[in-house]
């Protein structure tokens, strides 16, 4: 999240403004007086400066951009923002960060509203320390950066740690990640005939979290599996199973692994050039992909198929074609079939370690209950994190903040001229 850029603040009596707030206040009056000196010469200067330079560089900054509630943010906080967190990119990474830019800003500034309500803010002062201590410290125009990095570690330490518990009831959980229903049911018969648990989730498992530790997924209170996995199947299962009772094959049908397979048939080739044209589908699971390839054989279009099953984006729409060149990054085992085989040959499933597809099964075994244990520092903090994302959602979604943005391919464009330009 970004911040909120400086806005008017309301008038305040004397007796309310300190020394270092007069001072700026008459600092404020001088440089408004030195604007409207400057806007009268050029009414004198003539057209000709106003129309080159103060319409297409100057009066652009002053636009808003960006609304949010009451607060303002215009076209040079837009830019100063911009390229901040496009610092190093070229001119069509800056493009696909043109609207990112704009939702952080947005953000940013919700966040520090509605923590205000909460009595939770960040003084300038704190934003100057904490500035000016970095290892490389930032211009204060992102002194807004700051202050969001600094009102986050407030709001989790200061508000959410309050709604997290130390202790809670725990459970000791074993899980494995397996490709299909058809691996893991086999998988399954091993344990149950006196395989290792811990040995066959380090040699099988396709979750990094399981893999990394043979199955053993710790102690855990209820909520910290589903962020770690990135999947609430574990978490579900491990705090209505029964104790030490292994699962049957449990489906997820949005966890993502690294492994899929692929139908590939080569159409035509240019050896010189070293491309080739294909139709080719990317399955989650060798048992899916030996299922497919008995419905193409039995007939079925390949195109109907491709945009139903294929997980493979780059083809999918177009029913699987798809140009192959020597510098794509598929596997050396799709790349050797598709630049070595027969033409007009449906391949048999070929196994792609680099590629990522979603769905699998999951083997879950709780080991034991603790009905008060204390968490974990780091299940904790990861349980402040969701509840602070959770929270925040409501603020996005809440239908009284009234967030508006003003930019349009125009203007963005422009951004990005003067940004690149520096």
Do not use: C
């Not at 044209?277 to 299922?291: D, R, Y």
Request: proline share 3%; glycine share 6%; charged share 30%.
């Amino acid at each position: 999240m970004a911040k909120k850029a400086e806005k008017p603040k309301p008038e305040l009596t004397k007796r309310q403004l300190t020394r270092r707030q007069q001072q700026q206040r008459r600092h404020y009056i001088i440089l408004s007086a030195g604007i409207l000196i400057v806007v009268a010469v050029l009414s004198v200067v003539g057209s000709g400066v106003y129309t080159q330079w103060y319409v297409p560089e100057y009066k652009p900054l002053r636009q808003t951009v960006i609304e949010v509630n009451e607060t303002k943010f215009d076209m040079d906080y837009y830019l100063k923002m911009l390229k901040y967190y496009g610092a190093g990119a070229s001119s069509q990474q800056l493009m696909a960060l043109t609207d990112m830019v704009a939702t952080a800003i947005e953000q940013s500034e919700l966040a520090r509203q509605e923590a205000m309500k909460l009595g939770i803010s960040v003084s300038d002062e704190e934003v100057e320390k904490e500035r000016k201590s970095s290892d490389s410290p930032l211009s204060s125009d992102y002194n807004d950066v700051v202050r969001t990095q600094l009102l986050v570690s407030k709001l989790l330490d200061e508000y959410f740690d309050k709604q997290v518990p130390t202790s809670a009831e725990q459970r000791h959980v074993m899980a494995m990640f397996l490709e299909s229903l058809s691996q893991a049911s086999g998988v399954r018969a091993r344990l149950g005939a006196g395989e290792d648990f811990s040995k066959l989730a380090g040699e099988l498992s396709l979750d990094a979290i399981s893999k990394t530790n043979n199955g053993d997924l710790g102690w855990r209170p209820k909520g910290v599996l589903t962020s770690l996995l990135e999947t609430s199947v574990v978490d579900d299962y491990a705090f209505t199973g029964e104790v030490g009772k292994l699962s049957q094959p449990l489906p997820d049908e949005t966890k993502t692994k690294t492994l899929g397979y692929w139908l590939v048939k080569v159409l035509s080739r240019d050896d010189a050039a070293k491309t080739a044209q294909v139709k080719v589908m990317l399955l989650g699971s060798e048992q899916e992909a030996n299922e497919v390839r008995t419905r193409l054989e039995s007939g079925e279009d390949f195109a109907t198929l491709a945009k139903e099953l294929s997980q493979h984006d780059a083809s999918k729409e177009n029913g699987g074609d798809f140009t192959v060149s020597s510098q794509d990054t598929m596997g050396s085992a799709f790349k050797d079939f598709v630049f070595k085989s027969e033409l007009n040959m449906l391949s048999q499933p070929i196994r792609d370690d680099t590629m990522s597809t979603k769905k699998g099964y999951w083997l879950v075994k709780v080991a034991e209950v603790d009905s008060n244990r204390q968490i974990d520092k780091d299940d904790r903090n990861l349980l402040k994190s969701d509840a602070l994302n959770k929270w925040f959602t409501g603020v996005t979604n809440n239908p009284e903040n009234k967030v508006k943005s003003y930019l349009d391919d125009e203007q963005k464009i422009w951004a990005i001229t003067h940004v690149v330009r520096g």
